[in-house]
T-cell receptor, first 115, second 112 residues
Framework: DTEVTQTPKHLVMGMTNKKSLKCEQH?????MYWYKQKAKKPPELMFV???????INESVPSRFSPECPNSSLLNLHLHALQPEDSALYLC??????????????FGPGTRLTVT | SQQGEEDPQALSIQEGENATMNCSYK?????LQWYRQNSGRGLVHLIL?????REKHSGRLRVTLDTSKKSSSLLITASRAADTASYFC????????????FGKGTKLSVIP
């Protein structure tokens, strides 16, 4: 199974709402990532989890809260978002390699609209 | 700052023609990767070329790497309408890092 799944596919939320994005993989990968992608731009890294521990936070605002409950699941909790946070949110996973950068497997993304 | 910069930003060709996309990067790498993204979807890993390799093939894809010029090219031969997508090169963030930094991408349109 080389698939990364993400739910929901689309999400519309108000600025006062609390919602969560979910990501799952069963490839035994121990690194998982959240990216944000605005229209016509490349993906921008938000968070990296390695062995279920947060290893990288790219100075993301606290209204985004990641969680890695186990080695297969990655969540992104959203609270008090702004309209400019509307974007495609991509989850990815990979093996953990400290010398050679591994290829990453991406989910289809969640299209988030903040109203 | 962006590690990779793709050239051209957009490319439109007829089906059956070859498409060439270029990528330049700034720091030393241990590998360079190419990804494809269909409109509004997730990225798909296409090919990885290591820093000690100069050329690599995978099906209709050919990737070259010139570490002296810090550049790479992706050639898609005999293009198909299904190749219409955005193509990104990606390199590691820095020495010892396993984070990827993506270039700005080339939007390829293949006209049937």
């Amino acid at each position: 199974d080389t698939e990364v799944t993400q739910t929901p596919k689309h999400l519309v939320m108000g600025m006062t709402n609390k919602k969560s994005l979910k990501c799952e993989q069963h490839m035994g990968h121990r690194a998982m990532y959240w990216y944000k992608q605005k229209a016509k731009k490349p993906p921008e890294l938000m968070f990296v989890y390695s062995y279920e521990k947060l290893s990288i936070n790219e100075s993301v605002p606290s209204r985004f809260s990641p969680e890695c409950p186990n080695s297969s699941l990655l969540n992104l909790h959203l609270h008090a978002l702004q309209p400019e946070d509307s974007a495609l949110y991509l989850c990815a996973s990979s093996q953990v390699r400290l010398v050679v950068v591994p290829e990453q497997y991406f989910g289809p993304g969640t299209r988030l609209t903040v109203t | 700052s962006q590690q990779g910069e793709e050239d051209p930003q957009a490319l439109s060709i007829q089906e059956g023609e070859n498409a060439t996309m270029n990528c330049s990067y700034k720091t030393s790498i241990n590998n360079l990767q190419w990804y494809r993204q269909n409109s509004g979807r997730g990225l798909v890993h296409l090919i990885l070329i290591r820093s000690n390799e100069r050329e690599k093939h995978s099906g209709r894809l050919r990737v070259t790497l010139d570490t002296s010029k810090k550049s790479s090219s992706l050639l898609i031969t005999a293009s198909r309408a299904a190749d219409t997508a955005s193509y990104f090169c990606a390199t590691m963030r820095g020495a010892g890092s396993y984070q990827l930094t993506f270039g700005k991408g080339t939007k390829l349109s293949v006209i049937p």
